[in-house]
């Protein structure tokens, strides 16, 4: 199974402040790399698919990047909505796989 | 609308069966891969289960395998699972997903606790 790590865990910062989280897997999954953001008591929406394609009706500060095993999601000015909890997931190979996730808190 | 809505879960104890349900509607359901992705209390996601449109492939996570089973109705615009032998690890919030391997629409959930 591909295991995915996701750093830091979590973060404090404040609304305007770039923000960027790191996603790596155990091995090349190369470019098949989803980002999700989950709100406490809410189900998970989608925010990237495909290490950097944006998901229709996703706020453009929302950015992904890499290939390989190196990954990344950047909120350009975090919004007061984007605090939640962000969650990478793998889809190269069966079992689909989860980063343990990172918590964004407010500073 | 666009949604996903499921039923089935509920309180049951070790050693006992649940069939969750999903209710389909607003997309060409019959187009789309499904999954199961489950959330126990505090914890992550964990995907466990995924089905192809016409039901002739499916997929588990090794922790279900030979306990639940996936299946779909595309007739009726459902997607179920059927989980045998509960475990008190199986308790968490299912979700019932569209997609196989990129989750782009998600239900509310279904809380399944496994509990004496």
């Known amino acids: 199974d591909i295991q995915m790590t996701q750093s830091p865990s979590s973060l404090s910062a404040s609304v305007g402040d770039r923000v960027t989280i790191t996603c790596r897997a155990s091995q090349s999954i190369s470019s098949n790399l989803n980002w999700y953001q989950q709100k406490p008591g809410k189900a998970p929406k989608i925010l990237i698919f495909a290490a950097s394609s944006l998901q229709s009706g996703v706020p453009s500060r929302f950015s992904g990047s890499g290939s390989g095993t190196d990954f990344t999601l950047t909120i350009s000015s975090l919004q007061p909505e984007d605090f939640a909890t962000y969650y990478c997931q793998q889809n190269y190979s069966t079992p689909r796989t989860f980063g343990q996730g990172t918590k964004v808190e407010i500073k | 609308e666009v949604q996903l809505v499921e039923s089935g879960g509920g309180l049951v104890q070790p050693g006992g069966s649940l069939r969750l349900s999903c209710a389909a509607s607003?997309?060409?359901?019959?187009?789309?891969?499904m999954s199961w992705v489950r959330q126990a209390p505090g914890k992550g996601l964990e995907w466990v289960a995924n089905?192809?449109?016409?039901?002739?492939?499916?997929y588990y996570v090794d922790s279900v395998k030979g306990r639940f089973t996936i299946s779909r109705d595309n007739a009726k615009y459902s997607l179920y699972l059927q989980m045998n032998s509960l475990r008190a690890e199986d308790t968490a919030v299912y979700y019932c997903?569209?997609?196989?391997?990129?989750?782009?629409?998600w239900g509310q959930g279904t809380m399944v606790t496994v509990s004496s």
């Open positions: 607003g997309f060409t359901f019959n187009s789309y891969w």
């Open positions: 997903v569209r997609g196989g391997g990129v989750f782009n629409m």
């Open positions: 089905i192809k449109q016409d039901g002739s492939d499916k």
